[in-house]
Each structure stands twice: as C-alpha cells, then as structure tokens.
C-alpha cells in the first residue's frame, strides 16, 4: 500500500521569516494520518524549516542538489550538505531545471545517485513539453526521462523513488491535465519500472502529478489507482491552501 504524498515545492519563494511564519501556520494541521507531507524550501530556508519541523510529521526537502560531494563549483549545494542539515527530500530534475539549468538526463541520473548516497529520497520530475504532447510524444519522453533517471540504482533504492509526472505546460498555467489523461501516463509509467525491475518493485514506486493541482482537484487525482500524491508549486505558498492540499489526498 504506497503512502500519498503531498509535496510543496517552493520555488523561489519565501525568505528566512516568512517560511517560519508559514510552517507556524500549518503545523498540527498540514499532518494528516495516512498522508505523507513534504515542504521543499529554498536552501536559505532549509535550517530553519528543519528546525521548525522537529517533533512533527512534516519532512524538509530541498529543490536541488549537487553530484559531487564537495569541490570547486561555485553556488552549488551539495548531499553532504543537505545530510548535514537534516533534509529528507530532494527534487531532482524539476523542468524548470532541466530548462533554465540545462540539465541533461545523464546529469539527472548522477544527481539521484547523489541523493541515494546520502541518505535523501529523490522526487524525480519527467514530464512533455506543448509540442511534444501535440506529437503524441508523451509517453516516448516520459520513458526515456524514467529510464535515464532510474539507471543503475538497484530495485530495493527503486522502490523508493518519487516520481512526480509534470506536463510542462501545465506548469504554472492554471491548465491542468485531466485526471484521466494524468492517470494514463502515471500507469505507463509504472511500467516502464516494471520494466527495468519487475512488478513489485514498480508497484512500490510513489508517482506524483504535478501541474496546476489545486484544493479543488487534488482529490480527484488522488483518486485514480496510479496516482500517489501531487507535487505542488503555487498552491503550495499559501498556509491555508497548503492544508487544504494535505486534507483532500486524506
Ligand atoms: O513542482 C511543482 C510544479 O512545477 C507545479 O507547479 P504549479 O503547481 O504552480 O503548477
């Protein structure tokens, strides 16, 4: 029986005071039985939050993460670092990052590995741009992206993946897939692990959507057989919509 998970994804959103503000807001209430609950925070954020979340069910997650473990590469964080702190998650490959940050599936591959070996839990995003949706390329890309994402890590570290599956032009745009349409590419998916492993391993694997989920939908994702939880950007800011995300994947 896989444990939803609701996960906020904060962005590039929120200083030091305002995420304590926030976790205030929703402690006691964004922790439901038989709902996992995940805040990934911007890194000047994470010590705090952490702190913030000791003694209650709520798990700190961070948005990125470095390969290496240390070096010359300015501005990067890396697993050490997120261990350190006490972080549990770990978003790797988000479109935003893939897009902006020119992250390759190869570079995606050796960050999960980076997270495996430092103890953190990787949320993997896949997911088709417009175009690649309008050539009826969705499920080619999400294969190719799982594949490249889950390579060499063995079935018992597998099965504990995240994956959020996020249609990128449901990113951010209010235009969210059906849940229907969600649904199908999740179950394939799920047999794209299959494939790489065997059906129990793949039945372990919590997959997220992810794109536009709201208080008012989340449920009717979450209810669909292959959908796990949701990872959530924008409706994920605000204490209020936070908990009400949490309470509909109850
Ligand atoms: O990581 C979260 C996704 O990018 C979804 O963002 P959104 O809920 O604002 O559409």
């Known amino acids: 029986m896989r444990k939803p998970i609701i996960a906020g994804n904060w962005k590039m959103f929120k200083t030091v005071s305002e995420a ?3 976790f205030a807001d929703v402690k006691g209430k964004a922790e439901v039985d038989g709902v ?6 911007p890194f000047t954020t994470l010590p705090a939050l952490v702190d913030a979340a000791k003694g209650t069910t709520i798990a700190i997650g961070a948005q990125n ?3 290496e473990d240390s070096g010359a590469y300015t501005g990067e964080i890396s697993g050490v670092m997120l261990k350190d702190l006490g972080v ?4 790797i490959g988000h479109s935003e990052r893939r897009a902006y940050f020119a992250e390759s599936d190869e570079i995606v591959n050796k960050k999960v590995h980076a997270a495996y070996k430092h103890g953190l839990t990787p949320i993997v995003c896949v997911g088709e741009k417009l175009e690649e949706r309008e050539a009826e390329q969705t499920k080619e890309v999400c294969k190719v992206q799982t594949e490249a994402a889950f390579q060499g890590l063995s079935a018992a570290q597998a099965a504990e993946v995240v994956v959020a599956y996020e249609p990128i032009w449901a990113i951010g745009t209010g235009k969210s897939s059906t849940a229907a349409d969600a649904e199908d590419v999740i179950a394939f998916i799920r047999d794209v692990i299959a494939g790489l492993y065997d059906a129990a391993t793949a039945d372990a694997v919590r997959i997220q ?3 536009s989920v709201k208080p008012n939908n989340v449920t009717e994702y979450l209810g669909q057989s292959n959908i796990d ?15 009400a995300l949490v309470e509909g994947a109850k």
């Not at 549990?88 to 978003?91: A, C, D, Q, R, T």
């Not at 949701?230 to 908990?243: D, H, R």
């Open 209 to 211: 959507y992810g794109g």
């Open 20 to 22: 304590t503000a926030f």
């Open 88 to 91: 549990k998650y770990v978003i």
């Open 36 to 41: 996992e609950t995940v805040i990934c925070a």
């Open 229 to 243: 939880g949701a990872l959530v950007g924008g409706a994920s800011l605000e204490p209020a919509s936070f908990i």
């Open 65 to 67: 993460l470095h390969f």
